[in-house]
């Protein structure tokens, strides 16, 4: 017995033919062409608006409020030691900072009311360019006990000790320059309350300000004044003895008795060290009011000083150099090269109106001409009374 297929009603037909209607044709294959065309759009369009969002990220880090906000905030996180605390502006203009706190092992740096503006433009021309940098509150501390000891490295068994002292020969006769990377220029320096402190000693400035550029040829200060500015040096009770010892031999009545042939083969003038500056240094106009200076007990006031020279290498250049102390004014023009036996030339002037220390001084003019070294010194002494001198 065989099963018969019932037969197909028009209904049935109807809705087999819907169902085939809604299948999707099925698409042809692309060609090759086709598929570099889509990948060229991809990688086109990944070009262009990856580096757009870029930029728009940037556009809006350095050149909106909230853009500052999440950079210090970044900064905060991932610069160790670091605390700033943003007033305002922008990063492209102008920042002001209520606090900036940065410190390392032995250093700590506090600003308050630091305000801060430079011209991005110039990292095109490699250079860093800051209009101006104002604080109201500055505080350097350095504790030179807690600088973190890096550990020499240990020669290894290959090395010639013969070859290592002689490239140290080489380095302590050839001192490398300093060379910053970039030149960094400063327009407008104005800084108030200014307090370092390096160890036990002190400087201190009511109100600094300046302009400065430093590049390859070296830092040139365009001009630097000072208001109350102190130096305090405290000495320790052996080093005051030494100097009130000092002071007693070089008396006349002492000095024949207490210098002796021995002491004078071994003048402490005939080995001076050779002092390098890394980094020249020329300035323009430094002028500085109302200063003190502190050494030991000893304390100096000067209503006024002026400087404008330059120290390359070893050399100290003072076009000219005019002081104003309690004891009178000075004024000074020469050279000296702090290598060899220290060769000089220079002339020196004071007009004395009292000195506590030698009553003697008083309303007195002398001048100073030094040349050569120490070796071999020439000392001429002018004064307007009978002068007494021992060279």
Same mark, same amino acid.
């Given at each position: 017995?065989?099963?018969?297929?019932?037969?197909?009603?028009?209904?049935?037909?109807?809705?087999?033919?819907?169902?085939?209607?809604?299948?999707?044709?099925?698409?042809?294959?692309?060609?090759?062409?086709?598929?570099?065309?889509?990948?060229?759009?991809?990688?086109?369009?990944?070009?262009?608006?990856?580096?757009?969002?870029?930029?728009?990220?940037?556009?809006?880090?350095?050149?909106?409020?909230?853009?500052?906000?999440?950079?210090?905030?970044?900064?905060?996180?991932?610069?160790?030691?670091?605390?700033?605390?943003?007033?305002?502006?922008?990063?492209?203009?102008?920042?002001?900072?209520?606090?900036?706190?940065? =410190?390392?092992?032995?250093?700590?740096?506090?600003?308050?009311?630091?305000?801060?503006?430079?011209?991005?433009?110039?990292?095109?021309?490699?250079?860093? /360019?800051?209009?101006?940098?104002?604080?109201?509150?500055?505080?350097?501390?350095?504790?030179?006990?807690?600088?973190?000891?890096?550990?020499?490295?240990?020669? =290894?068994?290959?090395?010639?000790?013969?070859?290592?002292?002689?490239?140290?020969?080489?380095?302590?006769?050839?001192?490398?320059?300093?060379?910053?990377?970039?030149?960094?220029?400063?327009?407008?320096?104005?800084?108030?309350?200014?307090?370092?402190?390096?160890?036990?000693?002190?400087?201190?400035?009511?109100?600094?300000?300046?302009?400065?550029?430093?590049?390859?040829?070296?830092?040139?200060?365009?001009?630097?004044?000072?208001?109350?500015?102190?130096?305090?040096?405290?000495?320790?009770?052996?080093?005051?003895?030494?100097?009130?010892?000092?002071?007693?031999? =070089?008396?006349?009545?002492?000095?024949?008795?207490?210098?002796?042939?021995?002491?004078?083969?071994?003048?402490?003038?005939?080995?001076?060290?050779?002092?390098?500056?890394?980094?020249?240094?020329?300035?323009?106009?430094?002028?500085?009011?109302?200063?003190?200076?502190?050494?030991?007990?000893?304390?100096?006031?000067?209503?006024?000083?002026?400087?404008?020279?330059?120290?390359?290498?070893?050399?100290?250049?003072?076009?000219?150099?005019?002081?104003?102390?309690?004891?009178?004014? @000075?004024?000074?023009?020469?050279?000296?090269?702090?290598?060899?036996?220290?060769?000089?030339?220079?002339?020196?002037?004071?007009?004395? =109106?009292?000195?506590?220390?030698?009553?003697?001084?008083?309303?007195?003019?002398?001048?100073?001409? @030094?040349?050569?070294?120490?070796?071999?010194?020439?000392?001429?002494?002018?004064?307007?009374?009978? /002068?007494?001198?021992?060279?």
């Amino acid at each position: 017995m065989t099963d018969s297929m019932p037969p197909k009603t028009e209904d049935s037909n109807q809705h087999d033919s819907s169902s085939l209607a809604h299948i999707p044709a099925s698409k042809p294959p692309k060609s090759f062409l086709g598929r570099c065309w889509q990948a060229f759009k991809l990688c086109t369009r990944t070009a262009i608006y990856i580096p757009l969002l870029l930029l728009m990220l940037i556009a809006i880090l350095i050149g909106t409020p909230i853009g500052a906000q999440i950079s210090v905030m970044l900064a905060n996180q991932f610069v160790p030691n670091l605390a700033l605390n943003l007033k305002s502006g922008t990063i492209n203009n102008q920042l002001e900072f209520t606090t900036a706190r940065w =410190s390392m092992d032995g250093v700590t740096v506090e600003v308050e009311g630091l305000s801060l503006s430079w011209v991005p433009t110039c990292l095109f021309n490699k250079q860093i /360019c800051v209009d101006n940098l104002f604080a109201d509150d500055v505080t350097v501390i350095v504790q030179t006990d807690q600088f973190a000891d890096d550990e020499p490295s240990k020669p =290894s068994e290959n090395d010639n000790p013969k070859d290592t002292n002689n490239e140290d020969a080489a380095e302590q006769q050839s001192p490398s320059p300093l060379i910053l990377p970039v030149p960094i220029g400063l327009n407008q320096l104005d800084l108030n309350d200014v307090k370092v402190t390096v160890n036990d000693m002190r400087y201190n400035a009511g109100r600094l300000q300046g302009k400065a550029l430093w590049n390859k040829s070296g830092l040139r200060v365009n001009y630097l004044h000072s208001e109350g500015l102190l130096v305090d040096i405290p000495l320790g009770e052996s080093s005051q003895q030494d100097t009130a010892d000092a002071q007693e031999t =070089s008396s006349p009545d002492n000095q024949d008795k207490n210098v002796s042939s021995s002491e004078l083969e071994t003048w402490a003038m005939a080995n001076l060290p050779a002092v390098y500056m890394t980094f020249p240094i020329y300035v323009d106009e430094l002028i500085t009011h109302d200063s003190v200076m502190k050494l030991g007990n000893r304390t100096d006031n000067f209503s006024h000083i002026s400087l404008i020279g330059s120290y390359v290498e070893y050399l100290i250049d003072v076009q000219a150099l005019s002081v104003s102390h309690d004891y009178g004014e @000075a004024y000074l023009v020469g050279d000296i090269s702090l290598n060899h036996d220290y060769p000089m030339n220079i002339d020196a002037k004071f007009n004395l =109106s009292k000195v506590t220390e030698v009553p003697e001084l008083t309303q007195q003019k002398i001048a100073i001409e @030094a040349e050569n070294g120490f070796d071999n010194l020439s000392l001429l002494v002018f004064c307007n009374w009978r /002068c007494r001198h021992r060279l």
